[in-house]
């Protein structure tokens, strides 16, 4: 199973929702991370969690919360969102959190905040 | 600092054509990986490659092939006979020392390859 599935796959919330988007892999990998991409831009990286822990927070607001409960999923949870926030947001997966890894992302979540 | 430029916004050509996409880094360390990856309509970025600094090996998969030249810093991607599946956007990426984790991605090669 070389999959990384995220859920929902389409996401519509208000400025004053809260939400949370999955994300899992079975592929032993212990390394995860959140991507953001907006329209026509390459993805920025988020968060990246190493063996279930957060090691790289790229200044990310408050309002977007990494959580790793275990080392096949990975959740963002979403709260007074604004609406630029809209984007196309990408988890990935390596084996290991260096610099060469092949990664294995998701289909995204499409994000829209009204 | 670091950077990937793939100058090539936006490509269309016709089925059966081949088609290079061209990409340019710039780093200071002396190891580092490139990647390409392509990303359908569907949404999921796909690896396709990665090279590392010190294999200048030019590498052929199928209709993909890359050309990795140090001495003028590109990592060029062609696709030989262009298939209407190839439609995607197609990043060049970066990791060096400097970047850590993170890839330093291209803005991207939108190519459009019609029947």
């Known amino acids: 199973d070389t999959e990384v599935t995220q859920t929902p796959k389409h996401l519509v919330m208000g400025m004053t929702n809260k939400k949370s988007l999955k994300c899992e892999q079975h592929?032993?990998?212990?390394?995860m991370y959140w991507y953001k991409q907006k329209a026509k831009k390459p993805p920025e990286l988020m968060f990246v969690y190493s063996y279930e822990k957060l090691s790289i927070n790229e200044s990310v607001p408050s309002r977007f919360s990494p959580e790793c409960p275990n080392s096949s999923l990975l959740n963002l949870h979403l709260h007074a969102l604004q609406p630029e926030d809209s984007a196309l947001y990408l988890c990935?997966?390596?084996?290991?959190?260096?610099?060469?890894?092949?990664?294995?992302f998701g289909s995204g979540t499409q994000l829209s905040v009204l | 600092a670091q950077k990937v430029t793939q100058a090539q916004t936006e490509i269309s050509v016709v089925e059966k054509e081949d088609v290079t996409l061209d990409c340019v880094y710039e780093t200071r360390d002396t190891t580092y990986y490139l990647f390409w990856y392509k990303q359908p309509p569907s949404g999921e970025l796909v690896f396709l490659i990665r090279?590392?600094?010190?294999?200048?090996q030019n590498e052929i998969s199928g209709r993909y092939s890359w050309n990795f030249q140090k001495s003028t810093s590109s990592f060029n991607f062609t696709i030989t006979a262009s298939q209407v599946v190839d439609s995607a956007v197609y990043f060049c990426?970066?990791?060096?020392?400097?970047?850590?984790?993170?890839?330093?991605f291209g803005k991207g090669t939108t190519l459009s390859v019609s029947s």
């Open positions: 990935a997966s390596s084996q290991a959190v260096t610099g060469n890894e092949k990664l294995f």
């Open positions: 990426a970066l990791s060096d020392n400097q970047a850590g984790t993170a890839l330093i």
């Open positions: 592929m032993g990998h212990r390394a």
């Open positions: 090279r590392n600094s010190f294999d200048e």
